[in-house]
């Protein structure tokens, strides 16, 4: 989880003229609550079942946000079915959810990448460092002690996509 400074809890908490960007102490400690809250969410009321363990690290990254690395080990293993019941990583439709669908067009899509914009940051020898794009899956897929491959689904099995323009001055 990345901080976002237009969170409410630290917007409506700034004076008139002031960036949520100055105020590092109201970033830290709105940051530090919700970390606690997402850990409780996932140990304490168990929405992917009994944990044996949790633990986190919070790193301040180059343009001074914080974000946190939270490692679960689970009483039990996990099955896709389960995983796609609290996790999407699909977009949804801005009909069903217009402020969901806002906040992943505006904020968790990478790109585009490749040779459509060569210049940016995650960008090294020609790809993404970030493995973007991501390849479209029918159902979420999980191996033995990997990452889960996600649930993707492409126009053809009821998924969706979507066009975003590459930034000014990229053609």
Known sequence: MTCNTTWQEIT?????????????????????IKVQKLDALLTKDKIFGDTKYSMYSIEWQKRGLPHVHLLLWLMEKLRPTHIDEVISAEIPTPETDRMLYDTMTKNMINGPCGA????????KKGKCTKMYSRVLLKDTQTKDKDYPLYSRRAPEDDG????????DGIQ
């Open 12 to 32: 409506k908490e700034l004076t008139p003229r002031q960036n949520s960007l100055g105020t590092h102490d109201l970033t830290a400690r709105v940051f530090k």
């Open 160 to 167: 969706r996509t979507i066009t975003q323009k590459p930034p």
């Open 116 to 123: 459509l914009n060569p210049s940016l940051p995650c960008m």
